[in-house]
T-cell receptor, first 115, second 114 residues
Framework: AQSVTQLGSHVSVSEGALVLLRCNYS??????LFWYVQYPNQGLQLLLKYTTGATLVKGINGFEAEFKKSETSFHLTKPSAHMSDAAEYFC?????????????FGKGTLLTVNP | ETGVTQTPRHLVMGMTNKKSLKCEQHLGHNAMYWYKQSAKKPLELMFVYSLEERVENNSVPSRFSPECPNSSHLFLHLHTLQPEDSALYLC?????????????FGPGTRLTVL
């Protein structure tokens, strides 16, 4: 079975600073990887996803993530944080075999951006 | 109206009540999902429907009963709930239910069980 670990339940950065949110996964088969964002009082919204091909994936709002198979990681980065980036971020993984419909989420990382 | 909508947005119910949550998607998708989001825990997948057929029931107690009358609507019927069932219930939809699908989420129903 697959699993997702997000290191750090809460990350605080200053406006303009680098954002780095960590995600490691466990899977016995090649995974498909996702980052979702949840703003207050809203549902989740896809930031980016890795399925096949280029391992550096660019998403919305200036975010990107790199799939590193050797490190079983899919960390999310943004060069310069903006106040509007304050939200909760979820890493998720889906794999083939067994249920074709299950997306496994991490516990989430709450990002705070300080002025 | 576009996207995924959920009603009601907030619900308070007693343990003996019966209520229903409604989800509607206007995206032409064929798969719909119910998730439970509790504080400090990962999102928990509850049910998945594909083309109105239930394809996943993730060991959910029988006091939660889903219904999918067509590909645009999904309900979650609730009865004799427990206080630990208080959570944010999220509905989502995706094009086919496949592994690489993007799931589109509604804003959720905040449920409080007294």
């Amino acid at each position: 079975a697959q699993s997702v670990t997000q290191l750090g339940s809460h990350v605080s950065v200053s406006e303009g600073a680098l954002v780095l949110l960590r995600c490691n996964y466990s899977s016995s088969v090649p995974p498909y990887l996702f980052w979702y964002v949840q703003y207050p009082n809203q549902g989740l919204q896809l930031l980016l996803k890795y399925t096949t091909g280029a391992t550096l994936v660019k998403g919305i709002n200036g975010f990107e993530a790199e799939f590193k198979k050797s490190e079983t990681s899919f960390h999310l980065t943004k060069p310069s944080a903006h106040m509007s980036d304050a939200a909760e971020y979820f890493c998720a993984v889906s794999v083939g075999g067994g249920s074709n419909y299950k997306l496994t989420f991490g516990k989430g990382t709450l990002l705070t951006v300080n002025p | 109206e576009t996207g995924v909508t959920q009603t009601p947005r907030h619900l308070v119910m007693g343990m003996t009540n019966k209520k229903s949550l409604k989800c509607e998607q206007h995206l032409g998708h064929n798969a719909m999902y119910w998730y439970k989001q509790s504080a400090k825990k990962p999102l928990e997948l509850m049910f998945v429907y594909s083309l109105e057929e239930r394809v996943e029931n993730n060991s959910v107690p029988s006091r939660f009963s889903p219904e999918c009358p067509n590909s645009s609507h999904l309900f979650l019927h609730l009865h004799t709930l427990q206080p630990e069932d208080s959570a944010l219930y999220l509905c989502a939809s995706s094009l086919t239910g496949g592994l690489t699908d993007t799931q589109y989420f509604g804003p959720g129903t905040r449920l409080t069980v007294l």
